[in-house]
Structure formats: structure tokens, C-alpha cells
């Protein structure tokens, strides 16, 4: 029998007041990622949500409507859950809700804002740290911890289905809304990356900004069944990292946004703590992992709300391939002339 999400957080998280309070955010969270939804599937209101505003937020992003709308739907969400902190990708400052508050939420209320008037999926971010007495003065504090603290992360998807992606240290488990049910239901008990897939996810317009490290990566999977990997490669870029990242824990392969040479870009573009940290969270708790590129994104303590980081993320193997490419560049000019030098886009 399916079993409902209700369910599951019983069985989770009934041990001790602040794994109860990590349920009943991630119950309140589910609550407004339906008035999302259903935001979006508004078709009178569709019109403007993609809509530009004169505002930026703190990453120097110019916030669309939907983002803003979003964010107050989920600050509503942890007022309700009697959150210490809120930080969000669209607030410049952590905000304090409950200063007696046991846990902080980080969120990207929006994630994928670049494809709201497109009609592509789209989604929302969190992670739920613990805040400890050493955090009590200073709310931001709670936000700089490695994510191997986190005691739940997760994202929804607003696609063809309204899914949820959690882990609360358990396993990685998809929940998917059911309007029949009325609330989310079990869709995939315990996810587990293939490992062996051939599929690779970067914005490969970025190419000449790139290390020779990243090129020489994607210049051998693009080299294909005559190249050093012996077989042929896919490739797939949403914009949406939810849906990326959806497609990884269910299908295999690699994604990638590292740093590169456009000014802003040393780290990439994904925000450590709201992105990249729950992500990386469940991906681990799939069987996969998450750099960025070289070290694991939840041993790294970020060093404010809105810091970026390169983000590799998929199959055990491949981004373990990946960290060879960016620790040894010597073992590369090593490789076959004939690799060495070939590639799709360089001369
Ligand atoms: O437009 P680019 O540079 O390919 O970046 C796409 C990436 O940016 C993001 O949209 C960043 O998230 P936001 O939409 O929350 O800013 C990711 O979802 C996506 O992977
Ligand atoms: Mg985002
Ligand atoms: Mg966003």
C-alpha cells in the first residue's frame, strides 16, 4: 500500500521535540508548495508572474514576480512552523521569526526563475539546520554550518507532477501530490542513483570561460565511442537544477556548474547554502555525491547566507572521475596525443 508523507515523517521523526519540529516544517513547507503550484497552474495569473521587477535580490538576480510571491508563501510556512531563522535566496539578511526557535530554514523560494514563462519545471530549495545557543546572537551564524549538519533537505518540483525530494538523513524518498489523496503520497521508497549512466548536464555555452580542466572533461565525453571513454555521452541542460537534479537520482549521469572567468563567476552561479548544500544532501543519501569539484559540498563551511560554489553533483564514479580531472592536470597532458588534443570546439 502507498504510503502518505504524513506517515513516513511519523516514522522519522518522532524521536526526540526537534525532529517533531523538522516534521511539522516539512508538513507546513508541503502546504505552500501547493499554493505555488497552484499559482502557477493559474492561468490568470500566469500572465505576470515571469514578469520582471525593478528589484535584484542579494545575488544580483533581477527577482521576477513569481520569486517574490514564493518567498512570502514560504516565510508564511516557517512563521507558521516556529522557525528561529528564515533565510532566502530573495531576503538580503536571515530573518528572525523565533528568536527560541530550534531550527533555521534555508530556501531558494524559486528555483529556475529563467524558465517561469516558458512553461518548464521549476522548483523550491530548503534545508533545515539546527540552531544551538551559539547562534542565539547572531541569526547568520546558524547558516554558516556544513551541510553535513542539515537535518532534513529537500525540493519540489512545479512540473508535469507536483513531487517532493527529501531526505531527513534517511535515505532519499519522492513524495508526489495526489488530489485524490489530498496531501503527498510515496512515489519512489528509497532512491538510488544508477551508477553507470552517460548523460552529462552543463551550460555549455560557458565553454570558453571554463578551466582546461572542466574542457577537457566535457571535450572527452563529447569525443564519444571514439574518445577515451569509449562509448557515447547525452547531454541534457533544464536551467531548472530541481529537474536536473530529479532526472539524475532517477536516471544516473553528472551535473555540472563550476567556476569560470566571467566576472561573479569565480564560484559559479548556485548559492552554496540554499542550492547547492540541501542537493548535495540528497543526493549523498542516494548513493551519489557533490563537489565542488574537488572537495565534498557538506563538509565545506560557507562563509555567508548567499555564497556561492562550483557544484559537481551525480554518480559516485563519474564526479570521483571529475575531482581526477581538476586535482591532476599533469595526468592529462599525459593522455594520448590524440585525446589530448582533440575537441569539438577547439581548433
Ligand atoms: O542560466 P544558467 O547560467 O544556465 O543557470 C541555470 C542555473 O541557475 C539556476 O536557475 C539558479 O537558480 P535561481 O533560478 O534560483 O536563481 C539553476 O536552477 C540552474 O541550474
Ligand atoms: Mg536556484
Ligand atoms: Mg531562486
Known amino acids: 500500500m502507498t504510503s502518505s508523507l504524513d506517515a513516513y515523517l511519523g516514522s522519522q521523526c518522532d524521536s526526540d521535540p526537534t525532529r517533531r519540529q523538522v516534521a511539522e516544517t516539512i508538513r507546513q513547507l508541503c502546504a505552500a508548495s501547493v499554493k505555488v503550484r497552484n499559482t502557477i497552474t493559474n492561468g490568470s495569473a500566469s500572465e505576470h508572474l515571469g514578469a520582471s521587477r525593478d528589484a535584484m535580490n542579494a545575488g544580483g538576480d533581477v527577482q521576477k514576480e513569481l520569486d517574490v510571491v514564493a518567498d512570502r508563501l514560504f516565510l508564511d510556512a516557517a512563521k507558521a512552523a516556529g522557525i528561529a531563522y528564515f533565510g532566502s535566496e530573495e531576503q538580503d539578511e536571515a530573518i528572525v521569526i523565533d528568536r527560541d526557535g530550534a531550527l533555521a530554514l534555508a530556501i531558494d523560494p524559486l528555483d529556475g526563475s529563467s524558465n517561469i514563462e516558458t512553461n518548464v519545471s521549476i522548483g523550491t530549495i530548503f534545508s533545515i539546520l539546527p540552531v544551538t545557543d551559539a547562534h542565539r ?148 543519501h542516494a548513493g551519489g555525491s557533490a563537489t565542488d569539484g574537488l572537495h565534498r559540498i557538506l563538509d565545506i563551511v560557507p562563509d555567508s547566507l548567499h555564497a556561492r560554489t562550483s557544484l559537481v553533483f551525480g554518480g559516485k564514479r563519474e564526479v570521483a572521475r571529475i575531482a581526477r580531472y581538476m586535482a591532476d592536470p599533469a595526468e592529462l597532458s599525459e593522455r594520448s596525443p590524440l585525446f589530448g588534443k582533440r575537441s569539438l570546439f577547439r581548433a
Open 137 to 284: 546572537g547572531d541569526p547568520k551564524s546558524a547558516f554558516l554550518q556544513p551541510g553535513s549538519r542539515q537535518l532534513a533537505a529537500g525540493f519540489f518540483i512545479y512540473g508535469p507532477q507536483l513531487l517532493l525530494v527529501l531526505s531527513v538523513g534517511n535515505g532519499t524518498h519522492v513524495f508526489i501530490f495526489s488530489s485524490s489523496f489530498g496531501g503527498f503520497v510515496e512515489l519512489i521508497g528509497s532512491v538510488s542513483i544508477p551508477e553507470r549512466a552517460s548523460e552529462f548536464a552543463i551550460n555549455a555555452s560557458n565553454y570558453r570561460h571554463w578551466e582546461p580542466q572542466i574542457r577537457s572533461y566535457i571535450d572527452d565525453c563529447l569525443a564519444g565511442a571514439e574518445g577515451p571513454r569509449e562509448r557515447d555521452f547525452n547531454m541534457r541542460w533544464i536551467g531548472s537544477m530541481v529537474a536536473d537534479c530529479y532526472r539524475i537520482l532517477v536516471r544516473g549521469g553528472v551535473f555540472l556548474y563550476p567556476g569560470d572567468a566571467r566576472k561573479g563567476y569565480a564560484k559559479g552561479r548556485l548559492r552554496h547554502v540554499y542550492e547547492a548544500s540541501p542537493v548535495a544532501f540528497c543526493v549523498e
